[in-house]
């Protein structure tokens, strides 16, 4: 006999640390209204002196939240308030979402633009890095304004979106370069739309013959989940193929409101992976990063990467030695599923690209054979074949019959 399929928690199941935290800081919200994104984002904590409301502070986080005011905002949904630990400086939404001094000063090797990403940018929502995909930058605003971003050189400041000429003339570049089949659209957050803005980008970019894909990248399932309405998840799914790219940091944040939103996308045929950013004392364990896959896993979410921080201004207190990385990786290879065990990236400093790691294995190399270690240090010898032309003679053939039966757009 099957076991039926249990659905989703509800989102005001009681003990959840949302339903707790949302009667302890917001007792007189509504269902209704703390169901509804554009509430959240009303009532979205923007400045020390509400903050002090509902968080009791630490000087280093008061003194955080003043010295980095010129520098980058602050943005905290009710919802994701509500995760934070009044109690814990180190409790991991509360790390990301408040400042603390270290924010302030920039370190030596830090840079606004840490991606390089300005100077292959044709267009003011256009990014051109690698040869088959751009990066569509959709708007400058975002649920929560996280302390690790990459981006806060056009997060910082403004709250307008592209305006329709700006959008129209990132649409015109795509049209007009046929090697890009690959549309990643990001920002800010894309979710942040409404859906009819949102539907003015994915419309235009579907039509075009030599896209083959659109990606979304949002934090919105982590921070402000309610934003995921079944009207969203099938504009998304109108557009197919549109892959879902999220970004969960910490197991804590896979609440039941996050697992329904995610669930949402993928049962409307919307695919969701997660890009995790590694983080030191806030996820800088194999045993989270587990966790945290496994949990994802459960709620249909592929992990994907898991992104060594990258090296924008003020954000060097949070960021791990490239040994950690891999210490985790090889901590996961072997103890768990493959599924589970994100690949490594590195953004390289200043446009390089991105690099992915993975401890090495590899003892020896021979000709007859190479010799490899296990996840548990143990030697095994892997025979080489004795034929190595490794020429694909049907290739020519295939070039022709992919185009002539619609395996690949022409």
């Not at 959008?167 to 894309?190: N, T």
């Not at 990063?289 to 992990?303: A, D, F, N, Q, Y």
């Amino acid at each position: 006999m099957v076991p039926a399929v249990l659905p989703p928690e509800p989102a005001t199941s009681r003990g959840s640390l949302s339903a707790e935290g949302r009667k302890r800081l917001f007792p007189n919200a509504t269902d209704a209204e703390w169901s509804d994104w554009r509430w959240q984002q009303r009532n979205a904590v923007r400045g020390l002196e509400q903050l002090e409301r509902y968080v009791p502070l630490s000087a280093d986080e008061r003194a955080g939240v003043q010295e980095t005011s010129s520098l980058f905002r602050i943005g905290i949904s009710p919802y994701y308030l509500s995760l934070i630990d009044p109690e814990h400086p180190f409790c991991p939404v509360r790390m990301q979402s408040i400042p603390v001094r270290a924010e302030a000063r920039v370190r030596p090797g830090e840079l606004s633009d840490p991606l390089g990403e300005d100077k292959t940018r044709p267009e003011e929502c256009i990014v051109h890095k690698y040869p088959d995909r751009v990066l569509f930058l959709a708007l400058d605003t975002c649920s929560v304004y996280c302390r690790h971003c990459t981006r806060r050189r056009i997060t910082q400041g403004g709250v307008a979106e592209l305006s329709k000429e700006q959008i129209r003339r990132g649409v015109d570049y795509v049209r007009r370069h046929p090697e890009v089949r690959d549309v990643l659209i990001s920002g800010g957050d894309p979710f942040m739309l409404s859906d009819s803005r949102l539907e003015e980008i994915l419309a235009p970019l579907s039509e075009i013959p030599h896209v083959e894909m659109i990606r979304i990248g949002t934090r919105v399932p982590v921070c402000l989940p309610m934003r995921v309405t079944d009207s969203l998840a099938k504009t998304l799914r109108r557009y197919a193929p549109v892959f879902v790219v999220t970004h969960f940091n910490h197991p804590k944040e896979v609440t039941p409101e996050a697992r329904e939103a995610c669930e949402r996308l993928v049962d409307h045929g919307v695919p969701v992976e997660n890009q995790a950013v590694l983080m030191r004392q806030l996820n800088s364990d194999a045993r989270i990063i587990k966790e945290l896959s496994h949990l994802l896993l459960r709620t249909r979410v592929r992990p994907y990467y898991l992104h060594q921080m990258d090296v924008a201004e003020g954000c060097e207190h949070l960021r791990t030695p490239i040994a950690k990385g891999l210490e985790i990786i090889q901590q996961l290879r072997g103890h768990t599923t493959g599924l589970a065990v994100p690949h490594l990236a590195v953004d390289l400093p200043g446009g390089g690209g991105k690099v992915t790691l993975q401890p090495d294995y590899v003892v020896e190399y021979g000709q007859q054979e190479t010799v490899f270690r296990n996840y548990k240090g143990e030697r095994y010898a892997y025979p080489e074949p004795e034929e190595t032309d490794c020429a694909c003679p049907y290739e020519g053939v295939w070039q022709e019959r992919a185009l002539q039966y619609g395996y690949r757009k022409g």
